[in-house]
């Protein structure tokens, strides 16, 4: 699995995926993430990547032409690849949303910035417009962090044990994960369930989606309506 990002501020991920099993998959080759400088696909002395929205109003907007030449570019040299521009105004990206493009072997994600990119880059050059969730970010650099580190662990042997990843939040059939203890088993007059340390193996597994169930309905209730209707 190959990520190419395409941003204005490529310095940002110096940092964000050097650590965890996202940095140790980058590190045995089992996904690659490319950084690309929308920069680079200006032809001004000024690298321009915005201008101001058509029909006045506040902020800038990022312009089409460069975001067209770096993903064309960016399939030209190394292939096709899927494209999702990264927006406040996308569908909602969730668990099933990873899952289904983790199946991709290559995706460009496009970070917008600033008020908004023009709508062309929308309607003619992203195969879909993902949001990581209903509030406005800066820019699409934190969103795309997001994406790659949800994807990215689900590539198979990424994560050492892979059924720690079909035993999730939002991964057996809508439901939150259950609540989880370790040792000790008494802290300051808090007990772990008993259940959890009696050996019982199929009794432990009735509880956890018992508890699994209580905890989504009281955290989050309308994971349960959905999967009543």
């Given at each position: 699995m190959t990520f190419e990002i395409v941003t204005i501020f490529p310095e940002f991920f110096r940092g964000p995926f050097e650590f965890g099993v996202v940095g140790k998959a980058i590190?045995?080759?089992?996904?690659?993430v490319k950084i690309n400088n929308l920069r680079d696909w200006t032809h001004d002395p000024h690298k321009t990547v915005d201008d101001r929205p058509f029909g006045g109003g506040e902020g800038m907007v990022l312009k089409c032409e460069p975001l067209f030449d770096a993903v064309e570019s960016i399939a030209k040299e190394r292939g096709p690849a899927r494209v999702i521009l990264l927006s406040a105004q996308g569908r909602k990206f969730d668990q099933a949303a990873a899952r289904r493009?983790?199946?991709?072997a290559r995706i460009v994600l496009i970070c917008g910035r600033y008020e908004g990119v023009d709508e062309r880059v929308a309607e003619?050059?992203?195969?879909?417009?993902?949001?990581?969730?209903?509030?406005?970010?800066?820019?699409?650099?934190?969103a795309a962090a997001?994406?790659?580190?949800?994807?990215?662990?689900?590539i198979p042997g990424v994560v050492g044990n892979a059924d720690s990843t079909q035993f999730e939040s939002f991964s057996e059939e809508g439901l939150l994960d259950c609540p989880h203890w370790t040792r000790p088993a008494e802290f300051r007059g808090w007990k772990a369930p008993e259940v959890l340390a009696g050996g019982n193996h199929a009794g432990i597994r009735e509880w956890r989606r018992m508890a699994a169930e209580e905890k989504t309905r009281r955290m989050r209730p309308d994971l349960l309506d959905r999967g009543n209707g």
């Open positions: 590190e045995f080759g089992l996904i690659e493009l983790a199946a991709e003619h050059l992203a195969d879909e417009e993902l949001s990581v969730g209903d509030y406005v970010l800066s820019g699409g650099e934190l997001v994406v790659v580190d949800s994807i990215g662990r689900l």
